[in-house]
């Protein structure tokens, strides 16, 4: 470093610029080299001639700066103290496209890390220059750009706001449809990060326009153009039923489904939790998702994905649609779903976040679940907390159904309720008794333990009259 230092005043041009690339290459590295370069006092010098000089040691030079800024907040602080962020803004407004591209850069990495950091570059006026880039013909510039927007926009709904006040909204989503996928993915993550601070935010990229155009997103080749499609769309319904409802009517859930069921791991995420927000609005949203054949698709990233957080994303969504109303339900229990959520509750492999996520929706599920086949497993397999939910529900359908009475002894059910243990007086315990209730009282001592002891009893004591 020290070696370096004198090389950026060198007389000969390519050795200032090959020197400044080297300092770059070094903090890039890692945290403690671009430490270095912060005390070895070399910012101010770099920051001096980023006004100075000429276009290939400006680019040389803002590359030092993205370098040493994007390792952490003290670093980025670092560069705005020494008065870079003024000229890097300077830079943005150069000829030359490549020192635009290298300006934004820096200037997306400081803003990355928070939102102070990213307040300094809006108040040093980057904004609408960052919004006249995106506009440029240049597919790098117009990606940098589009980066450098998202990281200003994602600390809060104020950052957000003043990335919307100068018109970034509507010239984001023209490029919706840009056959390039690194810009695509660019693009999208900005007006997610607009989208997910509030109604207001949220409307306001719905109105330019971009549904149904951000569905052929969903097919892209590209993973992270899906991903970054699915969050935006997430973004968008968590808001209010109104936003759920205009990307039902679009086909977003059915387009959402598919997406999920042609890739895997975290791309699928975002779109696994924005069917879980649109069905937790209302009933009849949930029955849109249900109508999409979202249900088997969760089952099958509830059974198959390795990772516990995408499980318990499932486990969720699953939770939200089944727990509206019977039909709801019954949509659920009919894949097959319950017995996995109980599988994961139990299992001490799984993370605290994916048992509570499991226990809670099969208790929102078991709540209004009226189908019978789906429940009966649950009466041999369910641990006592699960259990209650359970015999609950027998208790409440079976009063009303002849068949299922019947089926529910012939199946061993009647059987399997008389050998559970409740506490006097608990709910457990009324449950069980209405149940029985539904059935003449030597039935149910027929199926009581110890019954066939009993009768052995009455066999052993019982005198043949003689003859």
Same mark, same amino acid.
């Given at each position: ?140 510039? &117009? =990606?940098?750009?589009? !980066?450098? @927007? %998202?990281?200003?926009?994602? +600390? #809060?709904?104020? $950052? /957000?706001?003043? *990335? ?19 810009? &695509? =993915?660019?693009?999208? !993550?900005? @007006? %997610?990060?607009?989208?997910? +601070? #509030?109604?207001? $935010? /949220?409307?306001? *990229? ?19 153009? &899906? ?11 968590? +808001?209010?039923?109104? $936003? ?36 937790? +609005?209302?009933?009849? $949203? ?182």
């Amino acid at each position: 470093m020290s070696l370096l230092r004198p090389l950026l005043l060198d007389v000969v041009p390519t050795i200032q610029q090959t020197a400044a690339l080297a300092l770059g290459r070094l903090a890039n590295y890692n945290g403690d080299l671009a430490e270095a370069v912060v005390k070895g006092d070399i910012l101010p010098q770099l920051v001096y001639s980023l006004a100075e000089q000429n276009r290939f040691y400006k680019k040389a030079a803002a590359f030092v700066l993205r370098a040493v800024g994007k390792h952490s907040p003290q670093l980025a602080q670092a560069i705005v103290d020494c008065g870079a962020l003024d000229t890097l803004v300077i830079c943005l407004e150069d000829f030359d496209p490549g020192v635009k591209e290298a300006a934004a850069w820096a200037l997306g990495y400081i803003a990355r890390h928070n939102a102070e950091l990213s307040q300094a570059v809006v108040d040093a006026g980057a904004v609408p220059l960052l919004v006249l880039c995106i506009q440029e013909p240049e597919i790098a510039l &117009k =990606r940098i750009a589009a !980066s450098a @927007l %998202s990281d200003i926009s994602k +600390h #809060s709904p104020e $950052l /957000a706001q003043t *990335v919307v006040d100068v018109g970034a909204i509507a010239h984001l989503a023209q490029m919706i449809l840009n056959p390039d996928s690194k810009l &695509k =993915r660019q693009v999208l !993550s900005a @007006l %997610s990060q607009i989208a997910k +601070h #509030s109604v207001d $935010l /949220a409307e306001m *990229v719905v109105e330019a326009e971009i549904f149904p155009v951000v569905l052929t997103c969903l097919k892209d080749k590209d993973d992270y153009v &899906k991903k970054n499609a699915s969050t935006l769309i997430r973004e968008i319904a968590k +808001h209010t039923p109104e $936003l759920s409802q205009l990307i039902v009517n679009t086909g977003g859930v059915a387009a959402v489904t598919d997406c999920i069921g042609s890739c895997k791991g975290n791309i699928r995420l975002p779109g696994i939790m924005m069917l879980g927000y649109v069905a937790a +609005h209302s009933e009849n $949203l949930a029955m849109a998702v249900i109508v999409s054949k979202a249900v088997p698709q969760l089952s099958v990233c509830l059974s198959e994905e390795p990772e516990d957080h995408i499980k318990a994303a499932a486990a969720w969504a699953l939770g939200q649609i089944g727990r509206h109303t019977p039909e709801h339900a019954r949509a659920v229990a009919v894949t097959n779903t319950l017995p996995v959520l109980l599988s994961l509750y139990m299992s001490t492999e799984s993370s605290e976040d994916l048992q509570t996520k499991s226990k809670k929706a099969i208790k929102s599920i078991l709540q209004k679940c009226t189908y019978l086949p789906a429940l009966e497993p649950f009466l041999y397999d369910a641990p006592p907390n699960i259990l209650k939910h359970v015999v609950g529900q027998f208790s409440k359908v079976l009063p009303y159904d002849s068949k299922a009475r019947r089926l529910f002894v012939t199946s061993g059910g009647l059987k399997k309720v008389q050998e559970i243990k409740a506490g006097p007086g608990s709910l457990l315990q009324e449950y069980i008794n209405s149940i029985n209730s539904c059935y003449p009282e030597e039935i149910v001592r027929y199926y009581s333990p110890g019954y066939s002891d009993a009768l052995l009893q009455r066999v052993d004591s019982y005198q043949p009259l003689a003859n």
